[in-house]
C-alpha cells in the first residue's frame, strides 16, 4: 500500500512539474467548487423532497405547482454544476496528461534508454510495448487520478453534509420487540446506512480482488496484438513477397486467442461482482423506504418525511459506496499507476547504467580506442579491438566478414554500446553515423532528406541553435543524390496520413523509394549534417557500383575535410588513400574464437 501511494504520488508530481502542470490545478479546484456546490443542490433538493409531498399529503396543488418550480431551477442549476465540471474536468486531463506524456517521452528518449531498453538491455531489464504505456497509461493515469481523488473529496464533504440531514430526520427508534428484544435502536436509520455499505464493500473487495491482474493482464495482451499488427503494417512488403500471409495470420490469431482467453476469464469475473453490484444498486433506492415503513405505520413521520428520509438515505449510501461503484475504475487506475511507475523505473536504470567503455570527448583531432573489448549484454566476447587511432580528414575501410562485430564497434564509438571494456577518445567536431538499415522517419521526403534536423514552413526562422533547412535548400540536397523532383511525385497518401506539406512518406512507408533510393536519401542527410566525422555502416550496399562511386565523389567534394569510416564487403571505390582496419579470425592458440581487428594500410 504504501509502495503504490508512493508511485502514485511521484506520478502526481510529475504530472504537476510539467508546462500544464499549474493549469491542471487550477481545473483540479475548479472542478472540486463545483462538485461541492452540486453537494449543496443536492441538500436542496432533500428538503424539497418533503415539501413537495407534504403538499401532496394536504392537497395544497399551489403549494405542489410552486415546488414544481423550485424542483425546475435545481434541476437546471444541477445539470449546469454537472455538465460544466465534466467540461474542466477534461481541461484539467489534457494538461496532466501533455505534462506526463512529455515527462515519459523526456525519460525515453534521453540518453538514449529507449535503445538500450529495446536492443541493449538485460532480459531482466527488458520492458514490454513502451509506446502503450506513453499513449494509453499516461492517459488512464490522469483520467482516474483526477475523476477518483475528485470523487473521494466530494464524499468527504458530502458524506458529512447528508449524515447530519439523515440524523436530524430519524428521530425514532426501532424496538426490536417482534424479535422478542425488549430494547430499542435509537436512530436505525442513521446505523443502518454504513453497516448495510461496509458489509458490501467487503464482499465487493472479496468477489473483484482479481479484477485487477486481470485488468493489467488484458491490457498486456491487447498492446501485444496491436504491436504485431503494427510490425506487419511496417513489413507488408516483405511478407507479400515470401507469401507470409498464412503465417502472419497464425502469429496474429495466436496473440487475439491469448486477448481471447484472459477476456473470459475477465467477463466472468466483471459478471460474479455484477452479480452483486447490480442488485445492491438497485436495492438501495427501496431499501430506506422499508426500514423507514415501521416508523411511518407508527405515525413517527409523515409522507413528506418519509420521502425525504429515503432520499437522503440514498445519498449516504450512495456516497459511501464510492468504493463499491468506483472498484473497476480504481482497478484500472491503480493497473495503470503500476505499469507507468515500472517503466520509469526501467528506463531511469537503463538511462544511468554505467558502460564498460569508458568513452571521452576531447578537443583532439584523432579518434583513439585503447583496450577496447566488445562483449554482448550476458558477457560473451563478440571482439577484441587492437588499438587504432584515426585522424581527421582520413578515409579507412573497415572490413570483416559477417557477423564479427564491425556494426557494433560503431555503436560503442557512438556511445551506445556499453558492454566490454576500453577507452574511447572522441575527436571534436560533428559526427554521423549511418546505420545499415535506412531509417524514414514520419512526414514528408525533404524532412526525411535533412533528417534528424528541422525542416522550415515557408516565412519560418530558425530556432536559436537550431539545425535548419528550407524546403528549397531540401530539394537541393536530394538533387545532389539524385533523388531531384521525387519530392512533388511522392506517394499521394497526404490525407490520409495528416501531413501538412502534402508528400508523406508516412502511409507508403519505406518501400515508396527502392532499397538503393533510400540509400541516396542517407547520404543526402550526411551532406545536410556536413558532418566531421562519417562513420557509414554498409550505406551503399543496395548501389550499383558506378552509383556508389559518384555518390562517394560526391562526399568527398562536399566535405573535403571529413574523417569517412566505411564498413563495405567490397573496397569503397573513393579517389584518394583509403586505410583499411581488417577483421580476421585470429590463431586459435593466440585468442581462441575472439574476432580481433588489424590495423593496415592499403
Ligand atoms: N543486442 C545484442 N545482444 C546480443 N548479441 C548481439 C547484440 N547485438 C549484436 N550482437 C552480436 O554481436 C555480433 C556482432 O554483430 P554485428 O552486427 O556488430 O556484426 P557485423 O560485423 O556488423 O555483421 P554484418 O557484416 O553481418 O552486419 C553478432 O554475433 C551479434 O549476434
Known amino acids: 500500500m504504501k509502495a503504490l501511494a508512493s508511485c502514485i504520488w511521484g506520478l502526481f508530481r510529475l504530472c504537476m512539474s510539467g508546462p500544464g502542470g499549474k493549469a491542471g490545478l487550477v481545473c483540479f479546484g475548479g472542478v472540486l467548487a463545483l462538485n461541492l456546490a452540486g453537494v449543496y443542490v443536492n441538500v436542496r433538493l432533500i428538503a424539497w423532497y418533503a415539501a413537495f409531498y407534504n403538499a401532496l399529503q394536504k392537497m395544497d396543488a399551489s403549494a405542489a405547482l410552486t415546488q414544481i418550480g423550485v424542483f425546475l431551477i435545481l434541476i437546471a442549476l444541477a445539470s449546469a454544476l454537472a455538465l460544466l465540471a465534466i467540461w474542466v474536468r477534461k481541461i484539467g486531463i489534457m494538461h496532466w496528461r501533455g505534462a506526463l506524456t512529455s515527462a515519459m517521452l523526456d525519460a525515453w528518449l534521453n540518453s538514449r534508454a529507449h535503445w538500450r531498453l529495446a536492443h541493449g538491455g538485460q532480459p531482466d531489464n527488458h520492458i514490454d510495448n513502451p509506446d502503450q504505456r506513453i499513449a494509453e497509461d499516461c492517459e488512464i493515469f490522469v483520467r482516474r487520478l483526477l475523476s477518483e481523488a475528485l470523487d473521494v473529496i466530494t464524499m468527504v464533504v458530502g458524506l458529512f453534509t447528508y449524515f447530519s440531514v439523515l440524523w436530524s430526520l430519524s428521530t425514532f427508534s426501532l424496538p426490536l420487540g417482534f424479535i422478542g428484544l425488549d430494547v430499542e435502536i435509537p436512530r436505525y436509520m442513521v446505523w443502518a446506512a454504513p453497516i448495510y455499505v461496509l458489509l458490501s464493500s467487503l464482499v465487493t473487495h472479496v468477489l473483484g480482488a482479481r479484477l485487477m491482474k486481470l485488468n493489467m493482464e488484458q491490457q498486456h495482451r491487447e498492446a501485444d496484438f496491436r504491436y504485431a499488427l503494427s510490425r506487419l503494417r511496417e513489413a507488408s512488403s516483405a511478407v507479400s513477397l515470401q507469401a507470409g500471409e498464412p503465417a502472419e495470420r497464425r502469429i496474429l490469431d495466436q496473440r487475439f486467442s491469448r486477448i481471447v482467453d484472459n477476456w473470459r476469464y475477465l467477463i466472468r469475473r466483471e459478471f460474479i461482482v455484477g452479480c452483486f453490484i447490480r442488485p445492491y444498486m438497485m436495492s438501495t433506492m427501496r431499501l430506506p423506504l422499508f426500514l423507514a415503513a415501521p416508523a411511518y405505520f407508527a405515525g413517527n413521520v409523515a409522507l413528506g418525511g418519509l420521502m425525504q428520509l429515503n432520499v437522503a438515505f440514498q445519498q449516504v449510501t450512495q456516497t459511501m459506496s464510492w468504493f463499491i461503484f468506483s472498484y473497476h475504475d480504481l482497478a484500472e487506475f491503480v493497473s495503470a499507476a503500476r505499469r507507468l511507475n515500472g517503466f520509469r523505473v526501467r528506463v531511469g536504470e537503463a538511462a544511468g547504467a554505467s558502460s564498460g567503455i569508458a568513452l571521452t570527448h576531447g578537443d583532439v583531432d584523432q579518434?583513439?580506442?585503447?583496450?577496447?573489448?566488445?562483449?554482448?549484454?550476458?558477457?560473451?566476447?563478440?571482439?577484441?579491438?587492437?588499438?587504432?587511432?584515426?585522424?581527421?580528414?582520413?578515409?579507412?575501410?573497415?572490413?570483416?566478414?559477417?557477423?564479427?562485430?564491425?556494426?557494433?564497434?560503431?555503436?560503442?564509438?557512438?556511445?551506445?554500446?556499453?558492454?566490454?571494456?576500453?577507452?574511447?577518445?572522441?575527436?571534436?567536431?560533428?559526427?554521423?553515423?549511418?546505420?545499415?538499415?535506412?531509417?524514414?522517419?514520419?512526414?514528408?521526403?525533404?524532412?526525411?532528406?535533412?533528417?534528424?534536423?528541422?525542416?522550415?514552413?515557408?516565412?519560418?526562422?530558425?530556432?536559436?541553435?537550431?539545425?535548419?533547412?528550407?524546403?528549397?535548400?531540401?530539394?537541393?540536397?536530394?538533387?545532389?543524390?539524385?533523388?531531384?523532383?521525387?519530392?512533388?511525385?511522392?506517394?499521394?497518401?497526404?490525407?490520409?496520413?495528416?501531413?501538412?506539406?502534402?508528400?508523406?512518406?508516412?502511409?507508403?512507408?519505406?518501400?515508396?523509394?527502392?532499397?538503393?533510393?533510400?540509400?541516396?536519401?542517407?547520404?543526402?542527410?550526411?551532406?545536410?549534417?556536413?558532418?566531421?566525422?562519417?562513420?557509414?555502416?554498409?550505406?551503399?550496399?543496395?548501389?550499383?557500383?558506378?552509383?556508389?562511386?559518384?555518390?562517394?565523389q560526391l562526399l568527398r567534394q562536399r566535405l573535403p575535410g571529413a574523417t569517412l569510416v566505411i564498413v563495405t564487403h567490397r573496397p569503397p571505390p573513393l579517389p584518394g588513400p583509403v586505410r583499411t582496419i581488417d577483421l580476421t579470425w585470429p590463431e586459435p592458440e593466440e585468442a581462441g574464437q575472439v574476432a580481433v581487428f588489424r590495423v593496415a594500410t592499403a
Open 367 to 552: 579518434l583513439e580506442t585503447r583496450g577496447l573489448s566488445l562483449t554482448s549484454p550476458h558477457g560473451g566476447v563478440i571482439a577484441r579491438i587492437p588499438d587504432f587511432t584515426i585522424s581527421r580528414g582520413e578515409t579507412v575501410w573497415l572490413r570483416g566478414a559477417s557477423g564479427r562485430g564491425k556494426s557494433t564497434l560503431f555503436k560503442a564509438l557512438a556511445g551506445m554500446w556499453r558492454y566490454g571494456e576500453g577507452k574511447v577518445v572522441c575527436p571534436s567536431g560533428r559526427a554521423m553515423f549511418l546505420p545499415q538499415h535506412p531509417y524514414l522517419p514520419l512526414g514528408d521526403l525533404h524532412q526525411a532528406a535533412v533528417y534528424p534536423a528541422s525542416l522550415l514552413a515557408e516565412g519560418e526562422l530558425p530556432k536559436p541553435g537550431e539545425r535548419a533547412f528550407t524546403v528549397a535548400q531540401a530539394e537541393a540536397l536530394l538533387q545532389a543524390v539524385g533523388l531531384g523532383g521525387r519530392a512533388a511525385t511522392w506517394a499521394p497518401a497526404a490525407a490520409e496520413t495528416g501531413c501538412a506539406r502534402g508528400h508523406c512518406i508516412a502511409h507508403a512507408g519505406p518501400q515508396g523509394l527502392s532499397g538503393g533510393e533510400q540509400q541516396r536519401l542517407m547520404l543526402a542527410r550526411v551532406l545536410a549534417a556536413a558532418a566531421d566525422w562519417v562513420f557509414l555502416d554498409e550505406a551503399t550496399s543496395a548501389l550499383d557500383q558506378q552509383a556508389e562511386r559518384e555518390l562517394f
